[in-house]
């Protein structure tokens, strides 16, 4: 046989109806929570209303019960970020999947040039290298926030007129096997395309 537990805020062993009513008065008032209120809304004495209070402990009960609402908001906010990261992460996938599609699609036009090096360069003229670079770049910078992980200032700088090996490396421990190869396959567009 389970007992069920009596919270601060609930009807107290001894509490009658009335004066449990009282308390859900002056409990519902949140932070303009005052004794005269509950004694003028019912017709009381301040006395008579203060004294209730007192036996009941109407304050430390209120304060337990803001106490419980603030961890309850917490918990839900903690969980609404959780769920937005969730979605950012989702989304920097995307993209990501997105900009390789586009690659990968980059390069077979490529291999389909073969050796026909005016046919690679108008490939390459047409290709926005650098705001796949960009897109790339920024849902990593996503995702890393995201899992909060610090950024420790490194980036990927890729256009057609940047010398791609003076660019600052990432440190490629943090970065998984598909970021990797997702990134050499830039650096050698960038490459070709100068």
């Given amino acids: 046989?389970?007992?069920?537990?009596?919270?601060?805020w609930d009807r107290q062993k001894g509490e009658s109806a009335l004066r449990f009513r009282y308390f859900t008065?002056?409990?519902?008032?949140?932070?303009?929570?005052k004794i005269v209120d509950v004694?003028?809304?019912?017709?009381k004495s301040e006395g008579y209303i203060y004294n209730i209070s007192r036996d009941y402990k109407w304050m430390d009960r209120a304060d337990k019960?803001?106490?419980?609402l603030h961890e309850e908001k917490k918990k839900a906010d903690l969980k609404a970020i959780a769920d937005m990261n969730n979605d950012v992460i989702e989304k920097s996938h995307a993209v990501r999947f997105i900009v390789g599609k586009k690659i990968k699609s980059v390069l077979s036009a490529i291999q389909a040039a073969g050796d026909d090096q005016k046919r690679i360069d108008e490939i390459?003229?047409?290709?926005?290298i650098t705001a796949l670079s960009d897109m790339l770049e920024k849902s990593f910078e996503l995702e890393r926030k995201a899992l909060g992980v610090p950024d420790d200032g490194t980036t990927i700088n890729v256009t057609n007129t940047t010398n791609v090996d003076t660019c600052p490396k990432p440190d490629l421990n943090n970065l998984s096997l598909e970021q990797l190869k997702q990134l050499k396959i830039i650096k050698d567009l960038a490459t070709k395309a100068k």
């Fill in 25 to 33: 008065e002056y409990l519902n008032a949140g932070v303009v929570r």
């Fill in 1 to 8: 046989m389970s007992k069920s537990i009596i919270k601060p």
């Fill in 65 to 68: 019960y803001d106490a419980y």
């Fill in 124 to 128: 390459l003229k047409n290709v926005p």
């Fill in 39 to 43: 004694a003028k809304k019912y017709s």
